[in-house]
Protein backbone atom coordinates (compact mmCIF):
# COMPACT_ATOMS: atom_id res chain seq x y z
CA UNK A 1 0.00 0.00 0.00
CA UNK A 2 3.24 2.27 0.26
CA UNK A 3 4.15 2.26 -3.10
CA UNK A 4 0.42 2.64 -4.21
CA UNK A 5 0.11 5.48 -2.33
CA UNK A 6 3.57 6.45 -3.24
CA UNK A 7 2.74 6.18 -6.96
CA UNK A 8 -0.69 7.93 -6.58
CA UNK A 9 1.15 10.98 -5.06
CA UNK A 10 4.42 11.01 -7.76
CA UNK A 11 2.05 10.60 -10.87
CA UNK A 12 -1.49 11.67 -9.66
CA UNK A 13 -4.48 11.24 -12.31
CA UNK A 14 -4.30 7.46 -12.69
CA UNK A 15 -6.70 4.54 -12.27
CA UNK A 16 -5.54 4.26 -9.05
CA UNK A 17 -6.38 7.30 -7.62
CA UNK A 18 -10.46 5.46 -6.37
CA UNK A 19 -7.98 3.75 -4.14
CA UNK A 20 -7.91 7.20 -2.04
CA UNK A 21 -11.72 6.59 -1.18
CA UNK A 22 -10.79 4.47 1.13
CA UNK A 23 -9.51 6.85 3.19
CA UNK A 24 -10.07 10.61 1.90
CA UNK A 25 -8.56 12.71 5.02
CA UNK A 26 -5.38 11.04 4.15
CA UNK A 27 -5.16 12.43 0.89
CA UNK A 28 -6.32 15.75 1.31
CA UNK A 29 -2.94 15.45 4.30
CA UNK A 30 -0.55 13.97 1.82
CA UNK A 31 -2.07 15.51 -1.61
CA UNK A 32 -0.64 18.87 -0.83
CA UNK A 33 3.01 17.61 0.09
CA UNK A 34 3.08 15.69 -3.54
CA UNK A 35 6.40 14.68 -5.01
CA UNK A 36 8.49 14.38 -2.07
CA UNK A 37 6.47 12.33 -0.02
CA UNK A 38 5.42 10.50 -2.70
CA UNK A 39 9.09 9.22 -3.23
CA UNK A 40 9.90 8.72 0.51
CA UNK A 41 6.48 6.26 -0.01
CA UNK A 42 7.93 4.41 -3.21
CA UNK A 43 11.57 3.63 -0.92
CA UNK A 44 9.69 2.41 1.93
CA UNK A 45 7.37 0.38 -0.36
CA UNK A 46 10.75 -1.14 -2.03
CA UNK A 47 12.07 -1.15 1.59
CA UNK A 48 8.84 -3.14 2.67
CA UNK A 49 9.09 -5.62 -0.48
CA UNK A 50 12.57 -6.02 -0.24
CA UNK A 51 12.50 -7.50 3.72
CA UNK A 52 9.46 -9.73 2.81
CA UNK A 53 10.87 -11.07 0.02
CA UNK A 54 14.28 -11.88 2.15
CA UNK A 55 12.30 -13.23 5.03
CA UNK A 56 10.37 -15.42 2.77
CA UNK A 57 13.33 -16.45 0.90
CA UNK A 58 15.31 -17.15 4.80
CA UNK A 59 17.96 -14.79 3.97
CA UNK A 60 20.14 -13.58 6.49
CA UNK A 61 19.34 -9.70 5.30
CA UNK A 62 15.78 -10.54 5.00
CA UNK A 63 15.59 -11.01 8.83
CA UNK A 64 17.63 -8.55 9.63
CA UNK A 65 16.14 -5.57 7.41
CA UNK A 66 12.70 -6.94 9.11
CA UNK A 67 13.62 -7.23 12.47
CA UNK A 68 15.07 -2.99 11.61
CA UNK A 69 11.36 -2.26 10.36
CA UNK A 70 9.57 -3.74 12.89
CA UNK A 71 12.04 -2.25 15.67
CA UNK A 72 11.44 1.30 13.81
CA UNK A 73 7.67 1.35 14.28
CA UNK A 74 7.84 0.39 17.78
CA UNK A 75 10.70 2.82 18.50
CA UNK A 76 8.27 5.29 16.83
CA UNK A 77 4.57 3.90 18.50
CA UNK A 78 6.72 4.54 22.12
CA UNK A 79 7.74 7.73 21.32
CA UNK A 80 4.12 9.11 19.78
CA UNK A 81 2.44 7.21 23.31
CA UNK A 82 5.42 9.15 25.36
CA UNK A 83 4.54 12.35 23.59
CA UNK A 84 1.03 12.06 24.03
CA UNK A 85 1.46 11.48 28.66
CA UNK A 86 3.76 14.20 28.95
CA UNK A 87 2.24 17.13 26.56
CA UNK A 88 -1.43 16.43 27.55
CA UNK A 89 -2.09 18.63 30.60
Do not use: S
Not at 7 to 13: D, S, Y
Not at 24 to 36: F, S, V
Not at 58 to 68: E, P, S, T
Amino acid sequence: MAFVAGTTLVWPGTFLDRLWMLNTRAYTQLAPLGYPVGIAFLLLGTILALAGVGWFLRHFWGWFLAVIVVATQVVGNFGECCEGRFTKG
